[in-house]
């Protein structure tokens, strides 16, 4: 181009240089020289003068190629010409421009696109003046440049690869502080929706965890953890989209639930902004969701520490171990709330310090361990969980110290894993669909791949689960994996989501298409229980056209609906109408009396008569018993205490010649036993989950005396209440109740009865018995008659006193046998 333009200038020159020596040639030759001038300035007239715009050419970009080496990345711009290259660096967001003045793109290559590691895409933007080569990257970088006439290399890396961060000095910052406290309750409902847009405020107390998605197409679930609910109302109606809002409490865990009956699926979006909860199908309603650290909290036991970093909401974060520490750095900005304590340090634990720190701008919780331990990660609902010792775990994901155990432990793993499921592979930039098609190699698979499917894969591995290779890949690459029927079928992310978009738009059509279905009434009779037990169930699975009607006195149902709606709900009532299994219960009650009543008595008594004596008074002395009952002797008795009806008895009478002095004894003595044994082995056939009653005794009337008094039923012997269920493995599962009753004091207007009561839950064989026993009631009842101080006379006492001993015993056992009734 340069030299064009220097032609064009000499030329010019040498033009004007002929047009001064014609001044100095001789007249002579004038009109020769004339006439060639005017030949030269013709020639010069006519040949046209080259200007830098008319002689420029666009180039073409011919090669653009990204190749990565661990974390250090190399991006070389190639052209087919001289190009001048210019390179920026943007952090709003990551990006690389490199732009090429004066270039295009060639048609082959306006298709390259590269997706793998931090570099999200690389974006071809062609223009008139510039060929613009875009690369977004997912986090910050550092980069540098050489460029030759027609080549420009970039090469760049993350730039926390390049940060120190550990014992030797870290470079961070002070974390953001929220003044908000940790939610207790929900304390306000509001729903300000209006046509077809959405939006409810919920008021509550602080900062809440949430969590929320469909249940089904209609019906939406908003989950607040660890709160109470303070609302007067379990249910609102609805407005605009809404048809109904239910809230109810749970635990564990403890939360609060709202469902949104709505009217269509639709997309939904939930924010929190300090104390207020916003929901809304209108994402410029809902503010920007903010993150928080709501506690962190030290367990330590039996050797093992944990820290448990709970948060509001799921942080994706990576892992590394950086100069000796742990470093989980969040992909989102996190807030820590003014009562949690962001600094923990700990003495004689695994751990010596956590700390949530900013570092580039990310939020991150560096814990310093406290020499060489072992540690892992592990995610959970609320949050994340840390735990180290200083023994070896049995699966530890991250160590802090490289050792001979944690290899072991790998292999162990290994172990654990198919020998046909392992692979080993060594390939170097393969397209990634051959190196896929390499890994199914062997495995019957179909496979088929989108038409974006594209990138290379390098991969070195040796006796890995196939599965994670693959895993790996797709998430290098951008991919997914979708399984239908016997195909695998490998696109990308945004290809995945487009097919997710696509059903979710068939199935709205198929629900709209069902609007215009006609209506059929048909009627399904029940046949083994009682319709209405099943309205609901049937009810749930009609469409939003169904009608369910029960018609009594056939036990039908009078289902109207479309031609599918009918055969949801016979499908499922053919699943719910089924005869329902019986039991038979067997009950052998057993009662045993066993009395015994021994008693020993005694009588004695005489007379003393001297008809004369030597003074004159007394002059005649006559002494008898004081009695009325008569001894042998016709002597009335002393001391009266026999036995009633004795079994035995024994007499003596002592008595002088001259009978003035007679003296009779009698002893007698009755022992009576009385063993009763009482069998009864009543039996019953009831449903299953239905309860049994068996009931073995009498009815007592009692007739209080007076004026206007009713008689009085009183119900006394056994009762068993029996409620049987049958499990899926064909056992007996039993809800038994033992009562035993006998009447008790009866007066002139009232009556009582004594109660015993057993109950038990048991499972058994079908077949199988169990025993209920230890109910039973001892008695002993001593009683002894005599004359008063008399009886009390050391060895004479028994002369004075008579003895009664009364045992009684009474047992029942119940003996329940139950089998299901085939």
């Not at 001044?23 to 300035?41: D, E, G, K, S």
């Not at 660096?89 to 931090?118: C, H, Q, R, W």
């Not at 003046?129 to 460029?147: C, G, H, M, P, W």
């Not at 207790?184 to 847009?197: P, R, T």
Request: overall charge negative; some cysteine; proline content about 4%.
């Amino acid at each position: 181009m340069k030299s064009t333009i220097s032609r064009t200038i000499n030329l010019s020159i040498t033009c004007e240089n002929s047009r001064r020596d014609v001044l100095h040639i001789p007249y002579a030759l004038n009109l020769i020289f004339v006439f060639t001038v005017l030949v030269l300035l013709v020639s010069c007239a006519q040949k046209p003068v080259k200007t830098v715009e008319e002689d420029t050419q666009k180039i073409t970009v011919t090669d653009i190629s990204v190749d990565k080496n661990n974390n250090n990345y190399e991006m070389n711009i190639t052209t087919d010409g001289e190009a001048l290259f210019n390179t920026y660096y943007s952090k709003t967001p990551y990006k690389i421009i490199a732009m090429v003045e004066n270039a295009d793109f060639s048609a082959e290559l306006m298709e390259y696109n590269y997706s793998a590691g931090i570099v999200e895409s690389v974006n071809l933007i062609p223009s008139a003046n510039f060929a613009t080569i875009e690369v977004k990257l997912r986090e910050d970088v550092s980069y540098s440049f050489s460029q030759s006439a027609q080549e420009l290399t970039v090469n760049f890396k993350p730039v926390s690869e390049t940060k120190v961060i550990g014992k030797s000095g870290m470079d961070t910052e002070n974390i953001s502080v929220s003044e908000h406290k940790v939610a207790k309750h929900v304390e306000s409902y509001s729903n300000l929706s209006s046509g077809s847009d959405l939006l409810v405020n919920i008021g509550l107390d602080g900062i809440v965890r949430y969590d929320y998605g469909y249940l089904d197409d209609g019906r939406f679930y908003l989950d607040l953890f660890d709160v109470k609910s303070e609302l007067s109302r379990k249910a609102y109606p609805g407005k605009g989209p809404v048809e109904s809002v239910k809230v109810g409490s749970y635990y564990p865990p403890q939360k609060v639930r709202f469902i949104f009956e709505i009217t269509e699926s639709m997309p939904m979006f939930v924010g929190q902004n300090g104390n207020k909860l916003v929901v809304s199908n209108n994402i410029s309603q809902v503010p920007e969701e903010a993150k928080y650290i709501v506690s962190m909290d030290n367990i330590f036991v039996n050797n093992y520490q944990s820290i448990v970093v709970k948060l509001t909401n799921n942080v994706p974060f990576t892992k590394k171990v950086i100069d000796g520490n742990l470093v989980l750095t969040f992909d989102a900005p996190l807030k820590v709330l003014n009562s949690v304590k962001n600094v923990l340090s700990f003495n004689d634990q695994p751990f010596k310090k956590a700390k949530v720190v900013e570092i580039n701008g990310k939020t991150s919780l560096i814990v310093e361990p406290n020499g060489d331990i072992y540690a892992k990660v592990d995610k959970m609902p609320e949050g994340i969980l840390i735990t180290g010792s200083f023994n070896e775990f049995s699966k530890a994901d991250i160590t802090m110290k490289e050792q001979v155990k944690p290899i072991e432990s790998a292999e162990k793993s290994k172990k654990n894993t198919k020998k046909e499921d392992l692979i080993s592979i060594n390939i170097k930039k393969m397209d990634v669909k051959e190196a896929i098609r390499l890994v199914y190699y062997g495995r019957a698979e179909n496979l088929v791949f989108g038409k974006n499917v594209q990138g290379t894969v390098t991969l070195y591995l040796d006796k890995v689960d196939y599965r994670n290779a693959l895993n790996m890949i797709y998430k290098e690459n951008g991919l997914m994996e979708v399984k239908e029927n016997n195909i695998t079928w490998v696109v990308t992310k945004e290809r995945y989501q487009q097919m997710q978009q696509a059903k979710l738009q068939a199935k709205q059509q198929e629900k709209e298409q069902k609007k215009f279905e006609p209506i059929y009434t048909e009627i399904v009779p029940v046949n083994y229980s009682n319709a209405s037990e099943y309205k609901g169930i049937i009810s749930s699975v009609l469409s939003e056209r169904g009608n369910l009607q029960i018609e009594k006195r056939t036990n039908s149902f009078i289902i109207s609906d479309t031609d599918s709606g009918i055969k949801r709900a016979k499908e499922l009532l053919a699943k719910l109408d089924k005869p329902i299994p019986q039991v038979e219960i067997e009950a052998r009650i057993v009662e045993v009396f066993d009395t015994n009543n021994m008693n020993i008595g005694i009588q004695w008594g005489g007379n003393y008569n001297q008809s004369a004596t030597t003074a004159n008074f007394p002059n005649t002395i006559n002494v008898e018993g004081n009695t009325a009952a008569m001894g042998p002797s016709g002597s009335g008795y002393l001391v009266n205490l026999p036995v009633g009806n004795p079994a035995g008895a024994l007499a003596l009478s002592v008595g002088n010649v001259a009978n003035t002095f007679n003296l009779d004894v009698a002893l007698s003595a009755l022992e009576t036993q009385n063993k009763v044994k009482t069998i009864s082995s009543p039996r019953i056939t009831t449903l299953n989950n239905q309860e049994a009653e068996i009931k073995s005794g009498s009815t007592a009337i009692i007739v209080p005396t007076g004026d206007n008094t009713e008689a009085e039923e009183v119900d006394v012997g056994i009762k068993l209440n029996i409620t049987p269920q049958i499990t899926p493995n064909n056992m007996i599962f039993l809800n038994i109740e033992v009562e035993k009753s006998t009447l008790g004091q009866v007066t002139a207007n009232t009556a009582t009865t004594e109660e015993k009561k057993a109950s038990t839950q048991v499972l058994l064989e079908n077949g199988e018995t169990t025993v209920i026993g230890g109910i039973y009631e001892n008695s002993e009842t001593n009683t002894i008659q005599g004359v008063p101080f008399f009886q009390n006379i050391p060895f004479l006492g028994w002369m004075f006193k008579s003895k009664q001993n009364i045992v009684d015993k009474k047992e029942l056992m119940v003996f329940i046998t139950p089998r299901v009734v085939e």
